[in-house]
C-alpha cells in the first residue's frame, strides 16, 4: 500500500481568472527509510487492548485476559512496571494501546448508554435495518473462528481445558440467528489467535453494549453473573463449567434477539464505543489477512510501495479531531488492506472510499471487505457505503471525481517521494473549500510566508495545524509523534491578492 500522503488547492485569481498552476516536481536526491521498522526478532511491538466504560466491572483471577475494571489511572501506574512484550501481527496491527489510553475520549461509567453523537445534527442510525428478528433469516456467508485454527498448523493449538471432551462450542451474536463456530484451544504461542480469549471479549461488549443494566445482570454481576463464571472456568480449568457458561449466554442473547429487545437497545444509541470498533475490526483481520501477513512485508526500500499502517485508536482521534460524520465523504489515498476505510464505515457510518496499488493489499482488502460486511451484519450493525479502488490514486477517475465532493481526506505520505506529493499536490487542485487533508507530514514549510515571488503556489491555499500522536499509535514504532490537518481555505491568499492591487 502507498503510506498516505496529502493536499489540497483552488484555483483562482482576484478577478476570477486562473493564478495557481499545477506543481511542477522537482527532483532532489533524498534517502527515505522505511516506515515499518521491526524489532530485532523481526516481530512486531506489542499493543495492550483498551478497555473502556463499555466493558463490564468483573472480577478476574485469569491474567491472560486483562480485567475490565483497571482505571485508566492504575493502567497507567501499571505501565511503568510492566514489562513490553511482543504482540501478533492481528494484534500490533489492529488494536490500539489499551488501558493507558492519553486520548482519554470514551471513559463513561460503565451501563451508561450513549444516547447521541455530539458531532451529528442528525444522529446516526445504528440498527443493520435488514436485521431480522426471528430465526427465519436468510442465511449469509462468514468465515468462523474454527476456520483460522484448523488452517494453522496442528501443533500451533492445545486443548484449553484438561477435562474437555468436545471441542467445538458456538457463540450467538445480536444480529443474526446464524452462530460463530470456536474450538476451545489455547495457542502454544501467546501470539497466535485465541478462540477463548475473543469468545470472552465478544460476550464481554455484547453484555454491555447492546442490553441496559437490569437485562445484562445476569451476565454482569460481579459475584454470580455468567462472565464471572467464565473467568472462574478458565482458572480451574474446567471445560464443562465453561461451555455452561456459553451455552447459558446464547439463550439469553438470543432470547433478546428473537423478542426485539436489542433492536429496541440499539435504536437508543446513535454511536459506538471504541472497543466495539477495534474487535469487530479485529476479527476481521484475524479471518482474512493475518494468515497471510507475511506478504504485506514485500516492499521495495526507498519507495512509495512502502507498508505501515495507523491503529483504530488514532484513527479514532482523526475522526473527532476533523468533525467527521455519518453524512459525509472520507477518502483514504494509499488505503493498503482497507482498516482505514473499514473503520470510518463502521466508527463513523459515513461513505468511506480507499485506493491501493500494491496487488497483495488489493486482495487481501477484497477479502477484508467481504468478511467485515458480513461481520457488521452478525453484529447487527449498519455500516456506510464502502469503496475500495484498486490503482494509482492519481489516476483512478472514480478517486478524482470522489475528491472533489470529500470532506476529510487521509494520505500517510510518511515515506513517500518527492514526485508523489507533488503529483499528489495536482490531484487536489480541485478539491473544495473547507475539505480536510491528514497527513504525517505537512506540505507546508513552518514559518512559510506568502510573497510576490511565490504567491502562485498552491500552498498558500492550506492552513496547517500541528498534532501529536501518543504511543502505539502506528504499526511501524512505539513511540508518539506528530501529524498535520490542513484546511483548505483561500482567505490570506485573496486578501493577499487584494493588497497587492
Same mark, same amino acid.
Given at each position: 500500500m502507498r503510506l498516505k500522503a496529502m493536499g489540497f488547492f483552488d484555483h483562482f485569481h482576484k478577478d476570477g481568472t486562473t493564478a495557481l498552476k499545477a506543481q511542477t516536481p522537482k527532483t532532489r536526491k533524498e534517502v527515505v527509510k522505511s516506515a515499518v521498522a521491526p524489532s530485532s526478532s523481526g516481530k512486531s511491538p506489542v499493543v495492550k487492548h483498551y478497555r473502556s466504560q463499555a466493558l463490564v466491572n468483573t472480577k478476574s483471577s485469569d491474567r491472560d485476559i486483562p480485567d475490565p475494571r483497571k482505571s485508566l489511572a492504575s493502567g497507567k501506574r501499571d505501565r511503568a512496571r510492566r514489562v513490553r512484550k511482543r504482540a501478533s501481527p492481528l494484534q500490533s496491527r489492529l488494536v490500539s494501546s489499551s488501558d493507558d489510553s492519553d486520548y482519554g475520549e470514551f471513559e463513561i461509567q460503565p451501563h451508561k448508554r450513549i444516547k447521541s453523537d455530539s458531532r451529528e445534527k442528525c444522529p446516526r442510525s445504528l440498527r443493520y435495518e435488514a436485521a431480522p428478528t426471528k430465526d427465519n433469516d436468510s442465511k449469509f456467508t462468514f468465515l468462523h473462528a474454527t476456520d483460522i485454527t484448523a488452517l494453522g498448523p496442528t501443533n500451533n493449538y492445545k486443548a484449553a481445558f484438561g477435562d474437555q471432551t468436545e471441542v467445538e462450542i458456538s457463540l450467538q451474536y445480536p444480529?443474526?440467528?446464524?452462530?460463530?463456530?470456536?474450538?476451545?484451544?489455547? !495457542?502454544?504461542?501467546?501470539?497466535?489467535?485465541? !478462540?477463548?480469549? =475473543?469468545?470472552?471479549?465478544? *460476550?464481554?461488549?455484547?453484555? $454491555?453494549?447492546?442490553l441496559l443494566s437490569e437485562q445484562a445482570e445476569p451476565l454482569l454481576d460481579e459475584n454470580s453473573g455468567i462472565i464471572r463464571k467464565l473467568r472462574r472456568a478458565l482458572a480451574r480449568k474446567s471445560g464443562q463449567e465453561f461451555r455452561e457458561g456459553v451455552l447459558r449466554y446464547n439463550q439469553i442473547i438470543k432470547t433478546f434477539r428473537d423478542n426485539g429487545m436489542v433492536s429496541k437497545n440499539l435504536d437508543k444509541v446513535h454511536c459506538l464505543p471504541l472497543p466495539l470498533v477495534e474487535r469487530i475490526l479485529t476479527q476481521t483481520y484475524a479471518r482474512t489477512v493475518s494468515l497471510q501477513v507475511s506478504a504485506l512485508k514485500k516492499y521495495e526500500n526507498g519507495s512509495d510501495n512502502v507498508y505501515g499502517e495507523l491503529l483504530p485508536r488514532f484513527i479514532s482521534? *482523526?475522526?473527532? =479531531?476533523?468533525?467527521? /460524520?455519518?453524512?459525509?465523504?472520507?477518502?483514504?489515498?494509499?488505503?493498503?488492506?482497507?482498516?482505514?476505510?473499514?473503520?470510518?464505515?463502521?466508527?463513523?457510518?459515513?461513505?468511506?472510499?480507499?485506493?491501493?496499488?500494491?496487488?497483495?493489499?488489493?486482495?487481501?482488502?477484497?477479502?477484508?471487505?467481504?468478511? &467485515?460486511?458480513? +461481520?457488521?451484519?452478525?453484529?447487527?450493525?449498519?455500516?456506510?457505503? #464502502?469503496?475500495?479502488?484498486?490503482? =494509482? &490514486?492519481? /489516476?483512478? !477517475?472514480?478517486?478524482? /471525481? $470522489?475528491?472533489?465532493?470529500?470532506?476529510?481526506?487521509?494520505?500517510?505520505?510518511?515515506?513517500?517521494? %518527492?514526485? #508523489?506529493?507533488?503529483?499528489?499536490?495536482?490531484? @487536489?487542485?480541485? #478539491?473544495?473549500?473547507?475539505?480536510? *487533508?491528514?497527513?504525517?507530514?505537512? &506540505?507546508? !514549510?513552518?514559518?512559510? /510566508? *506568502?510573497?510576490?515571488?511565490? @504567491?502562485?503556489?498552491?500552498?498558500?491555499?492550506?492552513?496547517?495545524?500541528?498534532?501529536?500522536?501518543?504511543? =502505539?499509535?502506528?504499526?511501524?514504532?512505539?513511540? %508518539?509523534? $506528530?501529524?498535520?490537518?490542513?484546511?483548505?481555505?483561500?482567505?490570506?491568499?485573496?486578501?493577499?491578492?487584494? +493588497?497587492?492591487?
Open positions: 444480529g443474526g440467528s446464524q452462530q460463530e463456530r470456536y474450538q476451545l484451544l489455547h !495457542p502454544r504461542d501467546n501470539e497466535d489467535f485465541n !478462540p477463548v480469549d =475473543d469468545m470472552i471479549r465478544v *460476550i464481554e461488549l455484547i453484555s $454491555t453494549f447492546y482521534k *482523526i475522526f473527532h =479531531d476533523t468533525g467527521l /460524520k455519518s453524512d459525509q465523504v472520507f477518502v483514504d489515498l494509499g488505503s493498503g488492506v482497507g482498516n482505514v476505510v473499514l473503520q470510518a464505515a463502521l466508527e463513523v457510518g459515513c461513505e468511506s472510499w480507499g485506493c491501493e496499488m500494491m496487488e497483495n493489499a488489493c486482495e487481501l482488502a477484497k477479502r477484508q471487505e467481504k468478511e &467485515f460486511t458480513a +461481520r457488521c451484519r452478525l453484529w447487527g450493525l449498519a455500516i456506510g457505503d #464502502l469503496n475500495l479502488e484498486r490503482g =494509482d &490514486f492519481l /489516476k483512478n !477517475p472514480n478517486i478524482a /471525481k $470522489t475528491l472533489k465532493r470529500a470532506d476529510v481526506v487521509l494520505v500517510n505520505n510518511q515515506a513517500f517521494t %518527492p514526485e #508523489l506529493n507533488n503529483g499528489l499536490m495536482n490531484l @487536489f487542485l480541485d #478539491l473544495r473549500e473547507g475539505c480536510q *487533508i491528514v497527513s504525517l507530514k505537512s &506540505f507546508v !514549510p513552518h514559518d512559510h /510566508k *506568502i510573497t510576490s515571488r511565490n @504567491f502562485n503556489s498552491p500552498m498558500h491555499l492550506l492552513n496547517v495545524e500541528r498534532k501529536e500522536y501518543f504511543s =502505539d499509535s502506528v504499526s511501524w514504532t512505539n513511540a %508518539p509523534g $506528530t501529524y498535520f490537518v490542513a484546511r483548505k481555505d483561500s482567505t490570506k491568499l485573496k486578501e493577499f491578492l487584494d +493588497r497587492m492591487g
